[in-house]
């Protein structure tokens, strides 16, 4: 256990449709990372937000977006979905991303699946 | 574009064999982590690898940096089947950016 947690595990929607994936991270670490990993493929990275405000930006959809909280849980918004969007969602924290000593934990996904 | 190049893209060995897979960047890395994704998990830190040239071992793993710290590998002795799953490289430091570049990893899939 990584001390990640998402929610919800499993994700069935509709073409057009918009959902929020949920991430909390680790206590303590107060940056949040967005990943996609369609089957069979690499970790595509989305964002990443420290302490509320967004740090990076990676290939994240217009369609898409992220926020993080007060309480550092972030969101992960998608709209409009396409069936092409159906993938595994990970949310990874990490404590300080400007030391390159830094590592990121990986929570245990959210799957969503767009039919 | 793609700044971290890990390969191969897929690896089938018998059980006992031994895997290696590569990384490569094309600038200087600060540091080289590793992850594994075991089928259906979530990748899991492994290693860090900071110092040019260095070397570490996690019991059948070998990690190592290299000398220019552009590349780096990650070689399995005498696989079991517990070892299946997708190795990443992750190096941070890319074109001075202050963050972590995945790879895109290495399926290993073993025949018992």
């Known amino acids: 256990d990584s001390g990640v947690t998402q929610t919800p595990k499993h994700l069935i929607t509709a073409t057009g449709q918009r959902v929020t994936l949920r991430c909390s991270p680790r206590s303590g670490d107060l940056s949040v990372y967005w990943y996609q990993q369609s089957l069979d493929q690499g970790l595509q990275f989305l964002i990443q937000y420290y302490n509320g405000e967004e740090r990076a930006k990676g290939n994240i959809l217009e369609r898409f977006s992220a926020q993080q909280f007060p309480d550092l849980h972030s969101e992960l918004n998608l709209s409009s979905l396409e069936l092409g969007d159906s993938a595994l969602y990970f949310c990874?924290?990490?404590?300080?991303?400007?030391?390159?000593?830094?590592?990121?934990?990986f929570g245990p996904g959210t799957r969503l699946t767009v039919l | 574009g793609q700044q971290v190049m890990q390969i191969p893209q897929y690896q089938h060995v018998q059980e006992g064999e031994d895997f290696t897979t590569y990384c490569n960047s094309s600038?200087?890395?600060?540091?080289i982590q590793w992850y594994k994704q075991r089928p259906g998990g979530h990748p899991v830190f492994l290693i860090q690898l900071v110092k040019s040239g260095e070397v570490k071992k996690q019991k059948r793993l070998t990690f190592q940096f290299g000398e220019a710290k552009k590349n780096s590998s990650l070689h399995i002795t005498a696989t079991q089947t517990t070892d299946v799953g997708t190795y990443f490289c992750?190096?941070?430091?890319?074109?001075?950016?202050?963050?972590?570049?995945f790879g895109q990893g290495t399926r290993l899939t073993i025949n018992p």
């Open positions: 990874a924290s990490s404590v300080e991303p400007t030391l390159h000593t830094d590592t990121q934990y």
């Open positions: 600038t200087t890395l600060s540091n």
């Open positions: 992750a190096g941070w430091g890319i074109q001075g950016a202050q963050k972590l570049v």
